[in-house]
């Protein structure tokens, strides 16, 4: 269920003419959704955003609360939390429309006990979810585990959202009976997952030496298959699964913080320096995602289960693409049997049926 042969790209040009030493038009969130006649578009429809205290998590927030959407925005600090959505009410184009206001949830994605106390708390809210985004995640953490045991880039990145979707299923199964169109489940992944494989033998780092950026890569990868394999087993159903790679985004971003010296030293002058050409700001960084969730190109569940990047379809990367600068995916991203092995795996681990 890889992209196809000739992805779908609207917004190519602007990504290559920066590329060639034009100026600077990538689009972000905001434009996005105008682009795709979105604002207002989505009044009486819901949406779970995870992790939006900050970063890109807090741009996507801002951009689809133009869309009129009842927005469920999950953060560790609910203080914080109430902060930013004073700030995107009272900086939107739209407060005088009338657009609910955002509701903070508490959610610490190293815990699976938080994990379902939030769950029961959205289902406390609302009845149906159109839209769920997994867009919380920790990147080059040192060597560790969360409350459950999973090495922490597991945990966080994919268990604790593999948990998420499989306890909010029925709301956005339910959504989709209501409006009889799909419901979205949008996995923000990166193009960290060129780093490695799912190692199904030593998920957790018991038994290898630890890495942090293949241990990054690793999870960044489950996403995908997460992804490809819910839309699988539900497109049927009217649920699809995308993956996003955002680009790369220092400016706000928390995934940097436990870069060390050493990690800097890796990068080499010309690769710091094509690294800076395209790097993205938070509101250029979430519009994927944000193209993810409003463009009429995923009415279609025939399109679920792709990687996007740099707003449109990826391409199959070529064998001299470096992953830091492209919006490819990885041969090895799109694995149909270690898919399939991977949700039966968190299935288990999480302590659900799968199938229910």
Same mark, same amino acid.
């Given at each position: 269920?890889?992209?196809?042969?000739?992805?779908?790209?609207?917004?190519?040009?602007?990504? +290559?003419?920066?590329?060639?030493?034009?100026?600077?038009?990538?689009?972000?969130?905001?434009?996005?959704?105008?682009?795709?006649?979105?604002?207002?578009?989505?009044? =009486?429809?819901?949406?779970?955003?995870?992790?939006? @205290?900050?970063?890109?998590? !807090?741009?996507?927030?801002?951009?689809?609360?133009?869309?009129?959407?009842?927005?469920?925005?999950? $953060?560790?600090?609910?203080? *914080?939390?109430?902060?930013?959505?004073?700030?995107?009410?009272?900086?939107?184009?739209? *407060?005088?429309? =009338? #657009?609910?206001?955002?509701?903070?949830? &508490?959610?610490?994605?190293? %815990?699976? +006990?938080?994990?379902?106390?939030?769950?029961?708390?959205? !289902?406390? !809210?609302?009845?149906?979810?159109?839209?769920?985004?997994?867009?919380?995640?920790?990147?080059?953490?040192?060597? =560790?585990?969360? *409350?459950?045991?999973?090495?922490?880039?597991?945990?966080?990145?994919?268990?604790?959202?593999?948990?998420?979707?499989?306890?909010?299923?029925?709301?956005?199964? *339910?959504?989709?009976?209501?409006?009889?169109?799909?419901?979205?489940?949008?996995?923000?992944?990166?193009?960290?997952?060129?780093? @490695?494989?799912?190692?199904? %033998?030593?998920?957790?780092?018991?038994?290898?030496?630890?890495?942090?950026?293949?241990?990054?890569?690793?999870?960044?990868?489950?996403?995908?298959?997460?992804?490809?394999?819910?839309?699988?087993?539900?497109?049927?159903?009217?649920?699809?699964?995308?993956?996003?790679?955002?680009? =790369?985004?220092? +400016?706000?971003?928390?995934?940097?913080?436990?870069?060390?010296?050493?990690?800097?030293?890796? #990068?080499?002058?010309?690769?710091?320096?094509?690294?800076?050409?395209?790097?993205?700001?938070?509101?250029?960084?979430?519009?994927?995602?944000?193209? $993810?969730?409003?463009?009429?190109? #995923?009415?279609?569940?025939?399109?679920?289960?792709?990687?996007?990047?740099?707003?449109?379809?990826?391409?199959?990367?070529?064998?001299?693409?470096?992953?830091?600068?492209?919006? $490819?995916?990885?041969?090895?991203?799109?694995?149909?049997?270690?898919?399939?092995?991977?949700? &039966?795996?968190?299935?288990?681990?999480?302590?659900?049926?799968?199938?229910?």
């Amino acid at each position: 269920m890889a992209s196809p042969v000739s992805p779908y790209r609207p917004y190519l040009a602007v990504h +290559e003419a920066l590329l060639n030493g034009g100026k600077d038009e990538r689009p972000t969130a905001l434009q996005v959704v105008a682009d795709c006649n979105a604002l207002g578009s989505l009044r =009486g429809q819901s949406v779970l955003i995870t992790g939006c @205290s900050g970063g890109i998590g !807090k741009t996507t927030a801002a951009a689809l609360y133009e869309t009129g959407a009842a927005l469920y925005l999950t $953060a560790r600090d609910l203080s *914080k939390m109430e902060d930013v959505i004073e700030e995107i009410v009272q900086k939107s184009p739209s *407060k005088e429309k =009338g #657009f609910p206001r955002p509701v903070p949830i &508490e959610l610490h994605l190293d %815990s699976l +006990e938080s994990v379902r106390s939030a769950a029961t708390t959205i !289902k406390s !809210k609302t009845d149906s979810l159109h839209l769920l985004i997994n867009n919380a995640g920790v990147g080059g953490v040192p060597h =560790g585990t969360t *409350k459950d045991g999973f090495e922490t880039h597991m945990g966080v990145n994919h268990f604790a959202h593999f948990l998420l979707f499989q306890l909010l299923r029925p709301l956005l199964l *339910k959504a989709h009976q209501t409006t009889h169109r799909p419901s979205r489940i949008i996995n923000v992944s990166s193009t960290a997952h060129f780093l @490695s494989q799912i190692s199904f %033998s030593d998920l957790n780092w018991q038994t290898r030496s630890y890495q942090k950026f293949p241990a990054y890569g690793q999870s960044k990868l489950a996403n995908i298959f997460m992804t490809t394999e819910l839309t699988r087993r539900y497109s049927s159903q009217g649920l699809l699964g995308l993956a996003v790679h955002p680009g =790369g985004i220092f +400016e706000g971003s928390q995934l940097t913080r436990y870069m060390t010296e050493e990690d800097s030293a890796g #990068f080499t002058k010309e690769s710091m320096e094509r690294i800076q050409k395209v790097n993205k700001t938070p509101e250029q960084g979430a519009a994927t995602t944000v193209w $993810a969730a409003v463009s009429g190109r #995923f009415e279609d569940v025939a399109n679920g289960g792709r990687y996007l990047g740099d707003v449109g379809e990826s391409p199959l990367a070529s064998d001299d693409e470096v992953f830091e600068y492209t919006a $490819a995916y990885a041969g090895h991203a799109f694995d149909e049997e270690g898919e399939r092995r991977l949700w &039966e795996v968190s299935c288990e681990a999480v302590g659900v049926d799968g199938d229910l």
